[in-house]
């Protein structure tokens, strides 16, 4: 079993994520009565961050996993981009709102502003514990790296993406995802690649993956209680199939390619990696932690 994973370590982590998660979530799937919270923590740990401590453990040790989970704590980053992890998706997710089903979604925002902030801000801090503190070690902390080592950022992130929606399935068979997979699997995708731009240009933070996911979760939950009533039954299906931060991510998404050129700002110091840190790893290559050396540097934006 150690011999597969050295030799395989992300074939290694993917299998174990989805098997581990979906064991943790069967008895959902035998039982609709239970609590589904409790099941999802359950689910998410015993799956993404359980899958990336064996594959460290086994592949780097205790040296390794040390590492790992200081990027757990690692806080340090420019303002600008705890402001885009903290408010960006709330923000972009209200504009596209406006602009697809009119412009109430705008007056109601800025009318009871005081009201959705401080909701906003609690569903975030506990909407961490529902999926986000135990899914993104897994997959931004361990994945994502590797994903962009081995195919390139877009293609590594693309691959992510698509794989994070259909860890979902269960979901779908026990009737706690609402949104059609496809939607998901659009919006998984595009939100992954603004996710791997953030990272990036973070310095492979967890802690900052970790609020952007749950940023995202508690925009997507203010962003329906400010939507308008008597929508017609196509942008009734638009918007409450989830289709609206699908187009948003994806938007975005586009955006964030085009201005970084298709790099997601993936080595964008490698310059200064190279100065600083040639001695010590190779520019592009992984450190132990699993992050690219070039990323232990300052965080600048791109």
Same mark, same amino acid.
């Given at each position: 079993?150690?011999?597969?994973?050295?030799?395989?370590?992300?074939?290694?982590?993917?299998?174990? @994520?989805?098997?581990?998660?979906?064991?943790?979530?069967?008895?959902?799937?035998? #039982?609709?009565?239970?609590?589904?919270?409790?099941?999802?923590?359950?689910?998410?740990?015993?799956?993404?961050?359980?899958?990336?401590?064996?594959? /460290?453990?086994?592949?780097?040790?205790?040296?390794?996993?040390?590492?790992?989970?200081?990027?757990?704590?690692?806080?340090? @980053?420019?303002?600008?981009?705890?402001?885009?992890?903290?408010?960006?998706?709330?923000?972009?997710?209200?504009?596209?709102?406006?602009?697809?089903?009119?412009?109430?979604?705008?007056?109601?925002?800025?009318?009871?502003?005081?009201?959705?902030?401080?909701?906003?801000?609690?569903?975030?801090?506990?909407?961490?514990?529902?999926?986000?503190?135990?899914?993104?070690?897994?997959?931004?902390?361990?994945?994502?790296?590797?994903?962009?080592?081995?195919?390139?950022?877009?293609?590594?992130?693309?691959?992510?993406?698509?794989?994070?929606?259909?860890?979902?399935?269960?979901?779908?068979?026990?009737?706690?995802?609402? @949104?059609?997979?496809?939607?998901?699997?659009?919006?998984?995708?595009?939100?992954?690649?603004?996710? $791997?731009?953030?990272?990036?240009?973070?310095?492979?933070?967890?802690?900052?993956?970790?609020?952007?996911?749950?940023?995202?979760?508690?925009? /997507?939950?203010?962003?329906?209680?400010?939507?308008?009533?008597?929508?017609?039954?196509?942008? #009734?299906?638009?918007?409450?199939?989830?289709?609206?931060?699908?187009?948003?991510?994806?938007?975005?998404?586009?955006?964030?390619?085009?201005?970084?050129?298709? $790099?997601?700002?993936?080595?964008?110091?490698?310059?200064?990696?190279?100065?600083?840190?040639?001695?010590?790893?190779?520019?592009?290559?992984?450190?132990?932690?699993?992050?690219?050396?070039?990323?232990?540097?300052?965080?600048?934006?791109?």
């Amino acid at each position: 079993m150690k011999n597969a994973i050295s030799k395989h370590p992300l074939l290694s982590f993917f299998a174990m @994520a989805f098997l581990f998660s979906w064991i943790a979530v069967m008895p959902l799937l035998l #039982n609709h009565a239970l609590p589904v919270e409790p099941f999802q923590i359950l689910g998410a740990l015993a799956g993404p961050t359980l899958a990336a401590v064996v594959v /460290i453990a086994v592949t780097t040790g205790k040296a390794g996993l040390g590492t790992f989970f200081k990027r757990y704590v690692q806080w340090r @980053a420019g303002i600008i981009w705890w402001l885009v992890v903290l408010f960006g998706a709330l923000l972009a997710l209200t504009i596209v709102a406006a602009l697809i089903v009119g412009p109430s979604v705008i007056t109601e925002f800025l009318t009871n502003i005081g009201l959705i902030l401080p909701t906003y801000l609690i569903t975030l801090g506990v909407g961490v514990i529902l999926g986000p503190l135990w899914e993104e070690p897994g997959w931004r902390g361990f994945a994502l790296p590797r994903l962009q080592a081995q195919f390139g950022p877009v293609v590594g992130t693309l691959a992510l993406g698509v794989l994070w929606a259909l860890w979902h399935i269960p979901g779908y068979l026990g009737g706690w995802m609402s @949104a059609g997979l496809p939607v998901l699997i659009v919006s998984s995708a595009a939100f992954s690649m603004i996710m $791997t731009w953030v990272y990036n240009n973070t310095r492979g933070s967890i802690l900052l993956m970790i609020l952007l996911h749950s940023s995202s979760n508690a925009a /997507i939950f203010i962003g329906s209680k400010v939507l308008p009533t008597g929508l017609s039954a196509g942008m #009734n299906a638009l918007v409450y199939g989830g289709w609206v931060p699908a187009i948003t991510y994806t938007i975005i998404a586009v955006g964030v390619i085009l201005v970084t050129r298709g $790099t997601l700002s993936y080595g964008r110091s490698d310059s200064l990696a190279a100065r600083r840190k040639s001695k010590d790893f190779p520019v592009g290559t992984l450190s132990q932690s699993g992050v690219p050396a070039s990323l232990n540097d300052d965080a600048q934006i791109e």
